[in-house]
């Protein structure tokens, strides 16, 4: 563990109906799940800021995917968190895509490891950490809180906080209908220009999969217009 959560910043970026819906139609079309494009932009992102084709992150696994009979009634959280190794190259915007789905469902089939054995299976030697960036794509719907509104009567939220020890975190909401950024950075970084990167990253990714999918994904562009100017 690295850092205790003090000096995080954090800002929250809804993306608009006409880009959710793009994600969602262009992922419909190549046969994946939308945390496939998220996961590839987001790759593209960290790629574009560390000057590196090859870059990893880390996941958030459910840990629930691949459990034994009985698993669903298991009590607590079995979330884990392990590396995933995007190349971001010459490579097509489509042809990235299918490698990013196939990578998390070849990873998924590892959902309970432990984060020590995907370390000492990297070759990269404690206490350096495998991967400093992290990426939540979370269903965020209120189905599951409406389905059992009784267990809630009576109780009221006063307030909640999440922390986090990593130096950057990156949460995507999935709303069914649309989708929001949530980023949690070392407050010596403006939280709002990760998420327009990663908000500009999709764009480009999903204008990309419409009209050229065999565009090289390395040279999509991430830098806002704004910031560019």
Known sequence: VHGDGDGIAEARLELGGRLSSRLRERSRRIGVNTASLFHLAWGLVLSRLTGQEKVVFGTVLFGRMQGAVGSDRGIGLFVNTLPVKIEVGR??????????HRVLGELMRHEHTPLSLAQRCSGVSAPVPLFTSLLNCRQSGMEALDSSAVVWEGVELLSSKVRTNYPVVLSVDDFGDGFSLAVQVIDSV????????????????????????????GGLEVLPESERK
């Open 91 to 100: 490579a097509g915007a489509s042809e990235s895509v299918r490698f990013v």
């Open 190 to 217: 403006d939280p709002m220009r990760i998420c327009a990167m990663m908000s500009t990253a999709l764009e480009s990714l999903a204008e990309a999969l419409e009209s050229s999918p065999e565009r090289p994904v």
